[in-house]
């Protein structure tokens, strides 16, 4: 049986992952705002993902017959000075949750809470890719950051995201 104190750590995980489509949202706004479409499609289809990852905690919740308790979600940040701005931001967002996730790991030592621990090595896996994608994204743009014509480039390849 699920304890009270993983259902409280889960839903808190929840709020975390409904704030990470919130930013990303922020983010491909922020982008449809000026000329990067491409980016701005990137990061919305980066949202779409936060919110598959929420649905997966909000169903595990329910599934183990506990209630899902939504709370406040933050605000997020809404303007940058230049889209490699946007993407450290992405992938510095990223890290914080791949230690979100670790922290959760770390409350289920000695809780033998296995079907739990199984959702959360998902999670844990899921976090390396996420952070190789924006990571990946942040080497493309580092050196052509005041080059426009190569970052309309990288605007056009991430345009392809699906």
């Given at each position: 049986?699920?304890?009270?104190?993983?259902?409280?750590a889960l839903n808190g995980q929840l709020n975390?992952?409904?704030?990470?489509?919130?930013?990303?949202?922020?983010?491909?706004?922020?982008?449809?705002?000026?000329?990067?479409?491409?980016f701005a499609h990137w990061m919305k289809c980066q949202s779409e993902e936060e919110n598959?990852?929420?649905s997966k905690i909000y169903d595990f919740i329910i599934a183990q017959g506990a209630r899902v308790n939504l709370t406040a979600i933050e605000k997020p940040i809404s303007e940058w000075k230049t889209p490699l701005?946007?993407?450290k931001a992405g992938l510095n967002h990223e890290k914080k949750v791949?230690?979100?996730?670790?922290?959760?790991?770390?409350?289920?030592t000695g809780e033998k809470d296995y079907a739990t621990n199984n959702l959360l090595q998902w999670?844990?896996?899921?976090?390396?890719?996420?952070?190789?994608?924006?990571s990946e994204i942040?080497?493309?743009?580092?050196?052509i950051e005041n080059d426009v014509d190569e970052?309309?480039?990288?605007?056009?390849?991430l345009s392809k995201r699906s």
């Open positions: 049986m699920i304890s009270k104190k993983i259902i409280e975390a992952e409904l704030y990470s489509s919130y930013l990303y949202l922020s983010m491909s706004a922020y982008f449809e705002s000026t000329i990067f479409k491409g598959i990852h929420t701005a946007v993407f791949t230690g979100l996730i670790n922290n959760l790991i770390d409350k289920l999670f844990a896996t899921e976090q390396v890719e996420e952070e190789a994608s924006f942040v080497k493309t743009l580092t050196p970052i309309i480039k990288a605007d056009n390849q």
